[in-house]
């Protein structure tokens, strides 16, 4: 993570070159520097006006305030697990912890429901406004987008800003330096400095935005290997002795803490978080969908679909403590049909010479596993996206929810099930819905 461990960034190959063979034609050589520099981002000097930048992502669906306040809390949660139990514990941003108790950082969350930049300049100029904070995060959730477009729009985002701020309460001057921070950043462990990315690795794509005058005050009377160096001064800056410079100690006390926990146990930890927080999302929305389907006509965005009102088929018959369900001819390849038996309500689908039999309400919220559709070799529920393995009953896609899989034969033309199975899983069942439960 960046932080104010960044110092204003120049090519250090630039300065490199005025640091080794100075050629005998120093006039040319400087002049080269020259055209180069007047080409870079340097604070005051007047540049051309920057396009406003392309979201490198498509924009969310809409949903509805209380969601979007829900979502942001879960962001926030988020983000506070990847400071609390990564970041700061091993202080891999020495400033994380400090800028959080002097209220120096600010976290914002911007749902992005709309193509438009304008958002971003917003928040940027919001941000400049507050000099008491330094350090401004604009944490965007849910969005898909590659680490290296996620890059070059924070560095556009950043210089839009920078070129308006520059006109008001920048003085003439960029205000902000940026360090994007994404969940897939490319890392290397070659040196300090390629191994930086992992440590940004935030749960959400993230600008994070550093007031350039904080970080020359935290870098005045420290130098760095990276600095501005006006050509005419290339020779005093060479001439200047070498101190340790602050960002490239941090640099190296974190590679060294990473290389004590195992690299790949950090980057198991960041996906981890990562993974964690985008579970939570989707059940925030999942909840936001239950409460929509609840109250019809609430939200537009999500019609509820239609519901199998039909009461289950009952079992031919029971013999020698087995129940016959129904013939297997009878069964169309991938349509989920219900039954009851012992008392149980199960549902029946047939893949080719294999037949699956479940219980036959979704533990959601109840809907008949009828309603659902086969998806390759799962059962997912229309209602708000529960899906179910047809082998084991497990669901992928909700953690730790399941429907009952019953053991199931086949012989004499019939789909049989074992009447024992089904009693004692029924005594087992603390019934959560009665029936005519208004639950979808
Ligand atoms: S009832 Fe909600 S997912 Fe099935």
């Known amino acids: 993570?960046?932080?104010?461990?960044?110092?204003?960034?120049?090519?250090?190959?630039?300065?490199?070159?005025?640091?080794?063979?100075?050629?005998?034609?120093?006039?040319?050589?400087?002049?080269?520097?020259?055209?180069?520099?007047?080409?870079?981002?340097?604070?005051?000097?007047?540049?051309?006006?920057?396009?406003?930048?392309?979201?490198?992502?498509?924009?969310?669906?809409?949903?509805?305030?209380?969601?979007?306040?829900?979502?942001?809390?879960?962001?926030l949660e988020s983000n506070d697990r990847y400071l609390d139990t990564f970041l700061e514990p091993h202080s891999f941003c020495p400033f994380s912890r400090g800028g959080r108790q002097r209220a120096q950082t600010l976290r914002l969350v911007h749902y992005a429901d709309t193509a438009d930049f304008a958002p971003f300049l917003a928040r940027i100029h919001e941000a400049a406004r507050d000099p008491s904070k330094l350090v401004i995060q604009v944490i965007v959730p849910m969005i898909e987008v590659s680490a290296e477009a996620w890059i070059r729009f924070c560095h556009e985002a950043t210089a839009a800003g920078n070129e308006v701020l520059r006109a008001g309460v920048g003085g003439g001057h960029d205000v902000f330096a940026v360090a994007p921070l994404h969940p897939a950043l490319r890392y290397t462990t070659t040196n300090p400095f390629a191994l930086i990315p992992l440590f940004r690795r935030t749960p959400d794509p993230t600008i994070q935005w550093v007031r350039l005058d904080a970080i020359e005050r935290?870098?005045?009377?420290?130098?760095?290997?990276?600095?501005?160096?006006?050509?005419?001064?290339?020779?005093?800056?060479?001439?200047?002795?070498r101190r340790?410079?602050?960002?490239?100690?941090?640099?190296?006390?974190?590679?060294?803490?990473?290389?004590?926990?195992?690299?790949?146990?950090?980057?198991?930890t960041l996906r981890e978080l990562a993974r964690t927080a985008q579970e939570r999302y989707a059940r925030v929305l999942l909840d936001d969908a239950v409460r929509v389907v609840a109250s019809p006509g609430?939200?537009?965005?999500?019609?509820?679909?239609?519901?199998?009102?039909?009461?289950?088929?009952?079992?031919?018959?029971?013999?020698?403590?087995?129940?016959a369900l129904a013939r297997v001819s009878e069964l169309e390849p991938r349509v989920p049909r219900r039954f009851v038996a012992a008392e149980v309500e199960v549902v029946a689908v047939r893949i080719g010479d294999t037949i699956h039999v479940l219980h036959g309400r979704c533990p959601h919220r109840n809907a008949p596993l009828t309603d659902a559709v086969v998806e390759e070799d799962r059962l997912v529920c229309p209602h708000h996206g529960w899906d179910f393995q047809l082998a084991s009953g497990r669901s992928e896609g909700v953690p730790g929810a399941s429907v009952a899989r019953f053991r199931e034969w086949t012989d004499d033309g019939l789909l049989w099930v074992d009447d024992a199975e089904l009693r004692a899983w029924r005594t087992t069942q603390v019934p959560v819905f009665q029936p005519g439960d208004d639950v979808l």
């Open 1 to 75: 993570m960046s932080h104010p461990s960044d110092p204003p960034s120049a090519p250090r190959a630039l300065v490199a070159a005025a640091a080794g063979d100075v050629p005998d034609d120093a006039t040319a050589e400087l002049q080269r520097l020259r055209a180069i520099l007047a080409t870079m981002s340097c604070r005051g000097r007047p540049r051309a006006p920057c396009p406003p930048p392309r979201l490198p992502f498509d924009a969310l669906p809409p949903i509805p305030t209380e969601t979007r306040r829900a979502l942001e809390i879960a962001v």
């Open 218 to 241: 935290l870098y005045a009377g420290r130098t760095g290997d990276t600095e501005y160096v006006d050509p005419d001064h290339v020779a005093a800056f060479l001439a200047r002795p």
């Open 244 to 268: 340790n410079p602050l960002f490239e100690r941090i640099a190296q006390t974190n590679m060294k803490m990473a290389q004590r926990l195992g690299i790949p146990e950090v980057e198991r």
């Open 298 to 323: 609430r939200c537009p965005h999500r019609p509820a679909p239609a519901s199998d009102t039909s009461p289950p088929q009952p079992a031919l018959f029971e013999r020698d403590g087995r129940w």
